[in-house]
């Protein structure tokens, strides 16, 4: 095991060999004979095993979260030979549908969306030529660069991205193509969506409902609602109230009477 370890040192980089000198014991490293590295204090003996076993937890954990950088990117690749071959409606239905969401089309009530195991009719291409109206695409993985299959329907009433991970304020600035038909959006639970992002939705001037509740990046979250309502004044905003976040803790700490009718609200 030694002269494996030692072989290995050898080829490895110099940050890694330098490593390898300070955990690994000196009289471990110059072992030749197995049988000599058994009759060494267990001490040693598994501070070896360590070594080996976290090294290779290490490999793993760098290869996974490659594997996921990979796969998130696989997953938002712009469908551009679907729209070729079926148009914009049906390449959009597809990446969503692949996104395990659902769509549905202008003139029916039925959405098609994917199963649990991620499969899906492939009757939406009978509808190429028809608008998308509707999407929901909540705790799907979709990015920035997904947007890039869904900017194109400028019929789309409805959107749900709530839930979605990876939707942030350069996301939402995206939306302003769908100004002059968009009236429902739902981004309840995004984690990453700020008061930056939110600023950006002043271009829907035909929303009518909007979803912000679970968003725990944003902090003046009642000075969000009203400056939203001013923007959009026909927008029915739900998910904060104009009480959070204004009384903000500074605040509280430098009035006793304050902190005790908020700690108190009966009294």
Not at 81 to 87: F, P, S, V
């Amino acid at each position: 095991m030694a002269v494996l370890l030692s072989r290995w040192a050898s080829l490895s980089s110099r940050r890694t060999v330098g490593v390898y000198q300070v955990v690994v014991p000196s009289s471990c490293q110059n072992h030749s004979d197995s049988s000599k590295l058994a009759q060494d204090p267990w001490a040693k003996r598994w501070l070896l095993k360590l070594y080996e076993r976290f090294y290779d937890i290490e490999n793993l954990f760098n290869w996974s979260i490659k594997f996921q950088h990979w796969n998130l990117r696989r997953k938002n690749i712009y469908y551009g030979y679907t729209k070729k071959m079926y148009g914009v409606y049906a390449a959009a239905a597809h990446y969503i549908l692949q996104q395990r969401g659902a769509v549905r089309f202008a003139g029916h009530d039925d959405w098609i969306r994917a199963n649990r195991r991620g499969k899906y009719n492939w009757d939406f291409l009978n509808f190429k030529d028809v608008p998308l109206e509707a999407v929901d695409a909540s705790g799907s993985l979709l990015t920035y660069d997904g947007m890039e299959n869904l900017v194109c329907l400028k019929e789309l009433k409805y959107l749900n991205l709530s839930s979605c991970p990876h939707i942030d304020d350069w996301c939402l600035s995206r939306l302003y193509v769908f100004g002059d038909s968009l009236e429902e959006l739902g981004l309840s639970g995004c984690p990453r969506v700020t008061e930056r992002g939110l600023a950006s939705l002043h271009h829907l001037k035909n929303l009518k409902r909007l979803d912000l509740s679970d968003l725990p990046a944003v902090k003046n979250r009642g000075m969000m609602r009203i400056l939203l309502e001013e923007s959009l004044p026909q927008c029915t905003i739900v998910g904060i109230q104009y009480e959070d976040g204004l009384l903000q803790q500074p605040l509280l700490q430098s009035d006793p009477e304050l902190r005790n009718c908020s700690a108190n609200p009966n009294q």
